[in-house]
C-alpha cells in the first residue's frame, strides 16, 4: 500500500506569521497535536508540534532572572505569558530544512520506519514537491491493525 492511499484529507495548517495562541486555537479546533506551516502561497516552510509550544513556555535558564523568579512561585510571570502568546510560529517551528517529509508513492511501510526512527507522529507528503497532505501512524497503524482484511 501506498502513502497517497492513506494521504489525511483534512490538512491542518498554520501560517509562519500567526501568534501561538492563534495556532494553538488550530490545534485545539481540529484535535491534533501538530500542524504543518506553509506561507499564503501553499509552500511548506516548516513544522510546528505541541513540543515545540512547551519548549517556548520553559524560560531559558541563562535568563536568571525570569528563571529565579518562576522556580521560586512555581508560577509564569504574567509578562512572560504575553511574551509568550505574542511570539509567531517561525520563532518556534522546525524549519523546512528539518522537516521530514515523504512522497506519495513511497510505501506506507517507509512511512512508519521514518516516523519511529525520527519520533514523529506525522509526516507532511508531497507531490512534485509540492504539499498534498500528510499522513499519520495512527492511520497507518489502523490500516494494519483493523482495516485491511487479511483473511
Known amino acids: 500500500m501506498l502513502v497517497k492511499e492513506l494521504l489525511e484529507s483534512n490538512l ?3 501560517a509562519p506569521t500567526d501568534t501561538l495562541s492563534k495556532a494553538w486555537e488550530v490545534l485545539r479546533e481540529h484535535g491534533v497535536t501538530g500542524a504543518v506551516v506553509v506561507t499564503e502561497e ?6 510546528v508540534t505541541d513540543g515545540d509550544f512547551i519548549r517556548a513556555c520553559m524560560p531559558s535558564e541563562t535568563d536568571i532572572a525570569i528563571y529565579d523568579e518562576i522556580m521560586e512561585k512555581m508560577e509564569l510571570p504574567d509578562a512572560f505569558l504575553r511574551y509568550i502568546r505574542a511570539m509567531r510560529v517561525e520563532d518556534i517551528m522546525q524549519p523546512e530544512d528539518q522537516v521530514i517529509t515523504i512522497g506519495h508513492n513511497e510505501p506506507i511501510i517507509k512511512a512508519l520506519a521514518l516516523m519511529f526512527q525520527h519520533r514523529l507522529r506525522r509526516i507532511p507528503v508531497l507531490e512534485n514537491n509540492q504539499l498534498i497532505g500528510t499522513i499519520s501512524r495512527a492511520q497507518i497503524l489502523q490500516e494494519l491493525l483493523i482495516t485491511r482484511d487479511v483473511s
Do not use: D, E, F, K
Open 12 to 14: 491542518v495548517t498554520v
Open 42 to 47: 501553499g509552500r511548506l516552510v516548516g513544522v
